[in-house]
């Protein structure tokens, strides 16, 4: 017989002036130090903060995680 799982889903938004891998880790990482159970990640959007010079100076995501439901 097959498990059934239950997941509870929390949005984060990770900041990086580095790249969208980075700030997908800032959120995961953040996220870990303060809840435990982590599943799995969806990128829900990706926004860029423009400077006056219209060049990219942070790269901003929101990150859907899921966190198993004990049952």
Do not use: C
């Amino acid at each position: 017989m097959a498990n059934n799982n239950t997941y509870k889903m929390s949005k984060l938004v990770g900041e990086s002036p580095d790249s969208i891998e980075e700030a997908v880790r800032t959120a995961l990482a953040t996220s870990g130090e303060k809840v435990h159970g982590q599943s799995w990640a969806q990128i829900s959007e990706l926004r860029a903060s423009l400077g006056p010079d219209s060049t990219v100076e942070a790269w901003q995501v929101v990150v859907e995680v899921a966190f198993k439901v004990d049952s």
